[in-house]
Nanobody
């Protein structure tokens, strides 16, 4: 069983920055791809960024150039650095830690971008 815990959400003004962190834990688990997804009210969950164990990244077009993703394989952690935040980035952000063929999700952390 894998536990996934996010931290770092909050309220920020437009143009500001936030850093989301996620740690995956469990005995004898090998974490594969990790990533961040988000879901705004009334919208479907969408991919924000993913990163493989080899640090190959995929960044969604709406956040490209503003968000970066990184990970520490030894600690099973992944970080989403969010800069130049916009009101449309407001959503609940979820961390994904894959243990193929399974997906393990965190409980989500709220990010609100508002003046």
């Amino acid at each position: 069983q894998v536990q996934v815990v996010e931290s770092g959400g909050g309220l920020v003004q437009p143009g500001g920055s936030l850093r989301l962190s996620c740690v995956a834990s469990g005995s004898r688990v090998r974490i594969g791809t990790m990533g961040w997804y988000r879901q705004a009210p009334g919208m479907k969950r969408e991919m924000v960024a993913t990163i493989t164990t080899g640090s190959k990244t995929v960044i969604a077009e709406p956040v490209k150039g503003r968000f970066t993703i990184s990970r520490d394989n030894a600690k099973n952690t992944v970080v989403l650095q969010m800069n130049s935040l916009k009101p449309e980035d407001t959503a609940v952000y979820y961390c994904l830690a894959s243990t193929p063929p399974y997906e393990n999700w965190g409980q989500g952390t709220q990010v609100t971008v508002s003046s």
